[in-house]
């Protein structure tokens, strides 16, 4: 198991800082754990297991986040 930081989750997605949390507030993205008192890193397999869900929905065209992915 390996604990990844915000850049390698920016860097693994693709998303924007803004939208992991925004994301992680929303419920649809994996939550951080807590490294001490001002840091956070995610689970890597959480977060390549979010990116394989958005491959697949991609593919049988389901909709996230209010848009079509086809």
């Known amino acids: 198991m390996r604990i990844i930081r915000l850049k390698e989750v920016i860097d693994s997605t693709g ?6 949390y925004k994301y ?4 649809s993205f ?3 754990v ?6 956070v ?3 890597e397999s959480e977060v390549h297991e979010w990116v394989l ?6 593919d049988r ?10």
């Open 15 to 20: 998303l924007a800082r803004s939208t992991v």
């Open 24 to 27: 992680v507030a929303e419920g």
């Open 30 to 32: 994996p939550k951080p």
């Open 34 to 39: 807590s490294l001490g008192d001002r840091s």
């Open 41 to 43: 890193g995610w689970v």
């Open 53 to 58: 869900a958005r491959i697949e929905e991609r």
């Open 61 to 70: 065209g389901e909709v996230f986040s209010g848009k079509v992915i086809a």
